[in-house]
């Protein structure tokens, strides 16, 4: 949505995030907590942000440590922010840290809040593992024992397998399927090869690799082992691949024949974002300068199945449609790439007239998006795609780039499990 006519505009002060990591690799003895409060952190001190100017902290996550539910709430509480600012924790698989945003951007339009903090986190290298519900069903009739003898019935009709840890799937509840088996069944469908996927791969970790200080510049340094590492950029990404590499790796999810490998899908990541958001209004009188205007967002839903992931090119045409705009218009394009396979269906979709009519209701296709404007510094696939953080990578990058590229407008969109889909166009900020 976007009322910009009637409503406050809403611009981005700054944004930044921790280094993106490969699970059980430097960060996994961190939590989603720690993660979180180094990127809020490193946010305060990079806008050199008084605390009195931040109205609410909404903050994604979606494997979520029980000890810290409302992981918003005890980030905002360890970054020095003061313990006078509601926080709110808020999941929407991939794209949770665009909700964040987009609730700032509402409250704030509507006078409610003048700014806030947003992002996200995920840490991949600690996700909860619980007993299974029969023996966790044992456990809490254990509250109720008030006599040793009371522990000689716990094991009555407990099996051997019941005491087996109970360790999260990434898949779909409604489906049972997991997200790279879907992608196989989308890229199949849209007559995606595995080529196709393996060369959108290698292209991104050779963009991301020639674009590594420019990545460098939004990310905020951790220091590990007591102090003896910092680590200051992602780890990975592969400059020295190569397609005989990617095509030598076999098929991940459907075998023999699937398309979808280790190297052309987003592998499991720890790492957290966040943001600076304000009324155009008082950032200027509070003396931020902003870099970007926050314009008209989409969220929509498919069908989880074979078409969980196509989300994007849904999203896209209504933000386009709304601003008034075209492909033509777009100086930057940021897209989430969950898989190849996800992206290039989502481009051939676009670029499609029967999908536009069949599918869009429209008469002729959204457009194609040109190759060398997007994800010009590389992206999920090369860069690391720690679940609730991306969405705030994909806003600061794009604004970042639109600066150093001269550009006017910014298109970001992103696909989500369940078979959801956002997309947001932003907008250069011209120095008053």
Known sequence: MDKNSSTRQVVFIDGGRTPFLRSQTDFKKFSAYDLGRFAVTGLINQTKLNPKHIDHLYYGNVIQDINTSNVAREVSLASGLGDHIPATTVSMACISSNVALTSAMNSIRLGHIEGAIVGGVEVMSDIPIRFRKKFRQKLLETQKYRKPTDWL??????????????????????????????????????GVSRSEQD????????????????????????????????????????????LEKLESLRPAFIKPHGTVTAGNASFLTDGASAALVMSEEKALERGYQPKSILHAYS???????????????????????????????????????????????VLKALASDEFAKTRLNRDQKVGEVPSDKLNAWGGSLSIGHPFAATGIRL??????????????????????AGGQGHAMIIERYEKT
């Open 395 to 416: 806003v600061t990058t794009a604004t970042n780039r639109l600066i150093k590229e001269g550009g006017k407008y910014a298109l970001i969109a992103a696909c989500a």
């Open 153 to 190: 019935k716990f094991f009555k009709g407990l099996r051997p397998s019941d005491l087996l840890p109970e360790i999260p799937s990434i898949s779909e509840f409604s489906t049972g399927e997991t997200m790279g088996k879907s992608c196989d069944k989308m890229s199949a469908k849209y």
């Open 299 to 345: 969220y929509v839903a498919q069908r989880p199945d074979d078409e969980l992931l196509i989300g994007p090119a849904f999203a896209v045409p209504n933000v386009l449609d709304e601003m008034n705009l075209t492909f033509d218009d777009i100086d930057v394009f940021e897209f989430h790439e969950a898989f190849a396979g996800q992206m290039v269906t």
């Open 199 to 242: 060369e959108f791969a290698l292209q991104s970790h050779h963009k991301a690799d020639q674009a590594k200080d420019h990545l460098r510049e939004e990310i905020y340094p951790v220091s590990v082992k007591n102090g003896e590492k910092l680590i200051d950029s992602d780890n990975g990404v592969r400059g020295d691949t190569s």
